[in-house]
């Protein structure tokens, strides 16, 4: 990917993840922002804002990090086990979805004694997994379900793994969104960014073979 793409790829992400996190935080979060509004105090609301929208591209950037941290173990799984990655990653894809449960039910479920209260988390992603699989494998016309699955659950699983530890679902809700939709983003519309940047490398060589040839013309002249 050429560095202008590269950047606009970036850009996109932390503009999905700002605009997302905000969006959410008006709604779920109305007591650290939205109430500040509705009492009139405009000041304490635009700082709280600005807060948000410093976390909403704290977010996407955590979000960016943990895709190009998927691609790299892609790799490296395909190098490594070859035919058996496959099946090593829908295992993985298992013990993420049930840590997904685990993880907040270990911490709070034991003193209130109601997993369906912590149920909802794992069946969102997982809801938005198999979408954004569905719609991966349509663009690609190719079998990309279980590697899809794997950096929808899995790697979103990791990047809430300090959020599923907090009994404050405000900072899970306000997460949790820009999380699935800057992941979803990157894993649809990177190929779209690598075509266009094959397309600026074609015109970079064209420019150059143009240039290059009324100097080779001069020089036979």
Same mark, same amino acid.
């Given at each position: ?13 932390? !503009? ?13 979060? #109305? ?23 410093? #976390?909403? !591209? ?8 943990? #895709? ?35 993880? *907040? ?20 992603? !997982? ?51 820009? !999380? ?27 420019? *150059? ?13």
């Amino acid at each position: 990917m050429t560095l202008r793409n590269l950047l606009k790829f970036y850009g996109t992400t932390l !503009l999905i993840g700002l605009v997302t996190t905000i969006l959410v935080s008006l709604i779920f979060a #109305y007591d650290k922002l939205t109430a500040f509004l509705m009492d009139g105090q405009v000041g304490e609301f635009l700082a709280a804002l600005v807060w948000f929208m410093g #976390y909403g !591209l704290l977010i996407a950037t955590i979000s960016q990090l943990a #895709y190009f941290s998927y691609l790299f173990i892609h790799q490296l799984g395909l190098g490594i086990f070859r035919t058996v990655w496959k099946p090593i990653q829908v295992v993985i894809i298992l013990f993420a979805f049930f840590d997904l449960v685990y993880f *907040r039910f270990l911490r709070f479920g034991e003193q209130h004694g109601d997993v369906a209260k912590f149920i909802w988390i794992p069946i969102l992603v !997982l809801i938005s997994a198999l979408i954004v699989s569905w719609y991966k494998s349509k663009l690609t016309a190719t079998n990309v379900w279980i590697p899809a699955m794997f950096f929808m659950i899995v790697m979103t699983t990791v990047e809430l793994i300090p959020f599923l530890k907090v009994e404050d679902t405000t900072w899970l809700y306000t997460t949790i969104f820009p !999380l699935l939709l800057c992941n979803a983003f990157q894993l649809l519309m990177m190929p779209k960014y690598n075509e266009a940047s094959k397309v600026e490398r074609a015109k970079r060589r064209e420019k *150059r073979m143009a240039s290059t040839q009324p100097a080779a013309k001069k020089k036979r002249s």
